[in-house]
């Protein structure tokens, strides 16, 4: 097996949403059911890999998400965004 994994820390704090405003209500409601930081993990696994092929199985799965995945979660709107969403799925 191998697996791919991507974490990101994302602090809750008033600055995130600089440019997705909310208000100074909502952010305390936010941080009160969310807690002062968000995760955001994205996985890739691939399974019956021979041990031979996992370092170039590995290598294509990171360029995999550096170009996908990677240029989505690089834009500034993507942290507040993903932190609005958690908010909304946990009420």
């Given amino acids: 097996v191998v697996i791919m994994k991507a974490s990101m820390e994302i602090s809750v704090v ?3 949403f600089a ?4 208000s100074e209500f909502k952010f305390e409601d936010i941080l009160a059911t969310l807690g002062d ?4 993990e ?3 696994e691939r399974n019956f890999i021979m041990a ?3 370092e170039e199985v590995l ?6 998400f550096l170009e996908n995945t990677g240029k989505y979660v690089a834009k500034p ?4 965004k993903l932190v609005l969403k958690e ?5």
Avoid: G
Wanted: net charge negative.
């Fill in 59 to 64: 290598s294509s799965l990171v360029d995999n």
């Fill in 77 to 80: 709107t993507f942290a507040p």
């Fill in 87 to 91: 908010y909304k799925d946990r009420l």
């Fill in 42 to 44: 994205y996985r890739l």
């Fill in 37 to 40: 930081t968000v995760i955001y």
């Fill in 19 to 22: 440019n997705v405003p909310i």
């Fill in 52 to 54: 031979d092929d996992k």
């Fill in 14 to 16: 008033p600055e995130l």
